[in-house]
């Protein structure tokens, strides 16, 4: 990798993700940190850094379109795509516990930010990747989006939205295979992780089961920097396991 190469991080205001952008802004082998965020400003953990172009996105298909002309070129030098989109609860939805708290309305909300967001963002991408480039891209998933694993129950919006956007990425990476062969895919399970998403629902956590974002995302950098292009998406925890789908 030369310091030619750039990289990306979408939903950039989180907490995960803004971790994952300090910590690509003080690797030398980025020469830019492209973030795109809902917020209008870059968080306090980032304002002011050098090599950060802070991108204002609303997550509207035009306004992806938009950004994407923004990116331009920059797209064939992408070594690293982190896609942090997520939600779990807003306001008064959260998880479902019973089939009658299903709701339409909660479950597109969930639908759109953690299968089809994510997926709108590969889509702008796919056409400028280079068939020669070295591209890792991972989208946060989750292991309770695994079926093989779910033997509690319950999270049904949040579950499938999860389940639907691996399926999505294993699709892509078998398209991707044949158009961009040096794109690697990864679904990434972070574990819980302190951050607002998962704050109303840490208290069950085991001691040491509730990671620091900092710690999720120098796991998630070294797992991508390990990857190689297969042709495969790959389904992985923090630790680097393979989580059954
Ligand atoms: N924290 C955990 O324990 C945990 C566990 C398993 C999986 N995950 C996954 O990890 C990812 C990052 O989560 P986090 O813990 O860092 O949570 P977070 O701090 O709440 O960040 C979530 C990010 O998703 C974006 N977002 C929020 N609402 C959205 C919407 N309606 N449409 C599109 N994007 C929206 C936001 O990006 P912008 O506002 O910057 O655009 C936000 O920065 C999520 O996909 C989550 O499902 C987290």
């Not at 298909?61 to 990116?71: G, P, S």
């Not at 591209?135 to 079926?147: D, E, K, P």
């Not at 974002?213 to 992985?236: C, E, K, N, Q």
Request: hydrophobic letters at 45%; glycine letters at 10%; aromatic letters at 6%.
């Amino acid at each position: 990798m030369t310091t030619e190469n750039v990289a990306l991080v979408i939903g950039a205001s989180g907490g995960i993700a803004t971790a994952v952008a300090r910590q690509l802004l003080d690797d030398a082998r980025y020469s830019t940190v492209f973030c795109v965020s809902r917020a209008t400003t870059p968080p306090a953990a980032l304002a002011g850094a050098l090599r950060l172009n802070w991108l204002p996105c609303s997550g509207t298909a035009a306004d992806i379109a938009a950004v994407r002309a923004q990116l331009d070129d920059a797209v064939g030098r992408l070594a690293r795509v982190v896609i942090c989109s997520g939600i779990l609860h807003d306001g008064d939805q959260g998880p479902e516990k019973s089939l009658e708290q299903l709701d339409p309305a909660w479950m597109q909300e969930l639908f759109n930010a953690n299968s089809i967001t994510p997926m709108l963002w590969l889509q702008a991408l796919a056409k400028g990747l280079g068939r020669k480039q070295d591209c890792v891209i991972a989208a946060l998933s989750a292991r309770v989006g695994s079926i093989g694993d779910n033997r509690l129950g319950g999270w049904y919006g949040y579950r499938a939205s999860k389940a639907a956007l691996n399926m999505l990425l294993q699709t892509a990476a078998v398209e991707l295979a044949r158009r961009a062969p040096g794109t690697k895919l990864i679904a990434f399970h972070p574990g819980t992780t302190d951050t607002p998403l998962s704050k109303p629902f840490q208290s069950g956590v085991p001691e040491g089961k509730l990671f620091s974002p900092d710690f999720v995302a120098g796991r998630l950098l070294a797992i991508m920097d390990a990857a190689r292009a297969d042709g495969t998406l790959s389904y992985l925890d923090w630790d680097g396991q393979t989580i059954t789908w």
